[in-house]
């Protein structure tokens, strides 16, 4: 449970000291834990990698990460800094894997889903505090403030950090370094509760749900919002069987209960607080124009939909400063031929992970999510429990992909050890296909 803590808390730490090193913390718990299991002989753990389709994805993962890291050296395109970051970023992850995917126990998931809801109620409070603080009050927090001077200190040689996060008028960014990774937090804690919560309560499901899609309109994070709603729908109230020509009545009865609970909020914020509606009405209005091409950003000189279709057929334009990339990316540190920090998060990891390996983690991806889906609604896993801790699998990836889609979010320091658990939970448990 402290692992998860402070991987969330590592960044408002780093703030707090000044200092980068927090984020080793989760990483120095999760090698202690390791260690005293692979001690202890009399620790039952599964056979190792038990899914050799994952196996082999991050075989090839690590070894591209290897690759690319001893060309750059040799350039001198990063520094030792910049390798040892990217080092943490991108491989310290896998320590998660490795644990999870051999000696983690029921117990110990459980207390991971119960960790991620501490957290995530505590990121969803300072999230809907610092939105009503900037929009409501007009004030701007002092953790705001640190933020931009820690990120000032990181990158000292840089052009001036976005100051956006201390703007009056803007969304809040959260208790993380984006928006998009608070509001992932979020949404994890949700779909972690659901994990942990018996599909028999159904009016304590939509409850939750709607608290958290309440807190996620309240942080004005609209893709999050729009991915959450999407995961909800076709995971929760089994929409994705609108695919075979079905539907479920229970989760079309959900659904109707939301939208009810939905439409009475919206009423009771109109009649009571004029000054949030507003607020909210001139974000939303403000999403949709960029939607639907009615309002065009000035800095990408595009719609959202017309910069996406651009930056996609510039991919083998940019891919020509660095012909290898197409088949093996521009890799994972700051250097590279597309720039990071966009609107359009799978470009992004499409010329970091190169065309092939991307179009792998894709399919794969969708093809666990298809099976799992299959798995849970033919009902072959007699373990109700271990069916729950797919389905949060199953939400969480789909969210990911779905967010990424604007923001890279996958890739977040916080965010990518809880997607190794995901895919641990997935290759300790074989997918039966059946028609």
């Known amino acids: ?6 991987l969330m808390f590592s960044f408002p730490l780093q703030v707090i000291t000044m200092s980068p090193l927090p984020a080793l913390i989760p990483y120095l718990f999760v090698l202690l834990i390791l260690a005293i299991n692979t001690l202890d002989s009399n620790i039952y753990h599964r056979p190792l990698l038990s899914n050799k389709n994952i196996k082999i994805i991050l075989i090839a993962y690590s070894f591209l990460f290897c690759i690319h890291a001893i060309w750059k050296m040799i350039f001198n395109f990063i520094t030792l800094e910049g390798l040892v970051s990217s080092i943490i970023n991108y491989i310290f992850p896998l320590v998660f894997y490795f644990y999870f995917s051999k000696y983690a126990t029921r117990k110990e998931l459980q207390s991971i889903f119960i960790a991620i809801i501490i957290c995530s109620i505590i990121s969803g409070f300072y999230f809907v505090y610092d939105s009503y603080s ?10 705001s403030t640190q933020v931009i001077e820690y990120n000032r200190f990181r990158q000292p040689n840089q052009d001036d950090p976005n100051i956006s996060r201390m703007t009056l008028g803007y969304r809040s960014h959260g208790l993380l370094e984006k928006h998009s990774i608070s509001a992932a937090w979020i949404s994890m804690g949700c779909f972690s509760l659901l994990a942990l919560l018996s599909r028999n309560l159904i009016k304590t499901r939509i409850s939750i749900i709607m608290i958290f899609f309440f807190t996620l309109l309240l942080s004005l994070n609209y893709s999050a919002i729009i991915a959450f709603i999407c995961v909800i729908f076709f995971i929760e109230y089994k929409g994705y069987l609108i695919f075979k020509g079905r539907f479920s009545k229970i989760g079309l009865k959900q659904l109707i209960y939301s939208i009810a609970i939905f439409l009475l909020f919206v009423f009771i914020t109109l009649i009571t607080w004029s000054q949030l509606t507003e607020v ?3 974000y939303t209005r403000f999403q949709l124009g960029i939607a639907t091409g009615n309002i065009v950003l000035t800095y990408q000189e595009s719609t959202f939909v017309g910069g996406f279709i651009r930056d996609m057929f510039l991919y083998p334009k940019n891919m020509l400063k660095f012909p290898p990339g197409i088949l093996i990316g521009d890799g994972f540190s700051k250097w590279g031929v597309h720039k990071d920090g966009g609107d359009f998060g799978l470009i992004e990891s499409l010329h970091h992970l190169g065309l092939p390996f991307f179009a792998a983690i894709i399919i794969g991806l969708f ?4 099976l799992a889906l299959i798995n849970i609604y033919n009902g072959l ?3 109700k429990k271990w069916r729950s801790y797919i389905n949060f699998t199953v939400c969480f990836v789909l969210y990911l992909f779905i967010t990424s889609i604007h923001y890279t979010t996958w890739s977040a320091k916080s965010i990518f050890p809880i997607f190794m658990i995901s895919i641990a939970i997935i290759s300790r448990y074989r997918l039966f296909v059946r028609n």
């Open 1 to 6: 449970m402290l692992v998860i803590i402070f």
């Open 134 to 143: 900037m929009h409501i009050l007009g004030e701007i927090n002092e953790y």
């Open 280 to 282: 909210i009405l001139t």
């Open 367 to 370: 093809r666990s999510i298809k």
């Open 381 to 383: 896993w007699e373990d």
